[in-house]
T-cell receptor, first 112, second 114 residues
Framework: AQTVTQSQPEMSVQEAETVTLSCTYD???????LFWYKQPPSRQMILVIR????KQQNATENRFSVNFQKAAKSFSLKISDSQLGDAAMYFC?????????WGAGTKLIIKP | GAGVSQSPRYKVAKRGQDVALRCDPI?????LFWYQQALGQGPEFLTY????????KSGLPSDRFFAERPEGSVSTLKIQRTQQEDSAVYLC????????????FGSGTRLTVV
């Protein structure tokens, strides 16, 4: 079975500092996609960053970057220069055969 | 439209009542998905459409759940004889049907069954 695990229910970080959110997954597929989504209280899932499994280079989007370790099946999200607007639930997800498999989420708290 | 639109935003139903949740995807998006998100959890897949064809409904929890997309655009998720365990946020997402592009989500419908 394909699974996605987020082991940190909650993380907090001081504004302007860096935080890393963890995600591990399990799949027997060789080709898949990984995503980090942000869900603020408005409930809308917002795509933060995506990674194609066959690409070794880690994806980067402005202050957001990933550490993708395919052999270890690890996909962590690093947020640099944390801002108050980054506060939200963050979900790791894996796309396999058009279904998204989701982790349980990590609540990110930004301390001013 | 500019985004995925879902209505109603909130729905309170008495146990046993039927409900219908609407999703209006981005114009031109071929694929449409429904997810169920229980409180404090990640979403779980319910069903998937490619145009008007329902290609996968394996995630629907019971035969009380039914989804349709008759003209390949707007979709409706119907829940018959609602039960308390149906209380959740129902999220709709769409994309151009290319895996890996990511999906655009609506703001969901929060269903509370009392």
């Amino acid at each position: 079975a394909q699974t996605v695990t987020q082991s940190q229910p909650e993380m907090s970080v001081q504004e302007a500092e860096t935080v890393t959110l963890s995600c591990t997954y399990d799949t027997s597929e060789s080709d898949y996609y990984l995503f980090w989504y942000k869900q603020p209280p408005s409930r809308q899932m917002i795509l933060v960053i995506r990674q194609e499994a066959y690409k070794q280079q880690n994806a980067t989007e402005n202050r957001f970057s990933v550490n993708f370790q395919k052999a270890a099946k690890s996909f962590s999200l690093k947020i640099s220069d944390s801002q108050l607007g980054d506060a939200a639930m963050y979900f790791c997800a894996m796309d396999s055969n058009y279904q998204l498999i989701w982790g349980a989420g990590t609540k990110l708290i930004i301390k001013p | 439209g500019a985004g995925v639109s879902q209505s109603p935003r909130y729905k309170v139903a008495k146990r046993g009542q039927d409900v219908a949740l609407r999703c209006d995807p981005i114009s031109g998006h071929v694929s449409l998905f429904w997810y169920q998100q229980a409180l404090g959890q990640g979403p779980e897949f319910l069903t998937y459409f490619q145009n008007e064809a329902q290609l996968d409904k394996s995630g629907l929890p019971s035969d009380r759940f039914f989804a349709e997309r008759p003209e390949g655009s707007v979709s409706t998720l119907k829940i018959q004889r609602t039960q308390q365990e149906d209380s959740a946020v129902y999220l709709c997402a769409s994309n151009f049907d290319r895996a890996g592009d990511g999906y655009t989500f609506g703001s969901g419908t929060r269903l509370t069954v009392v």
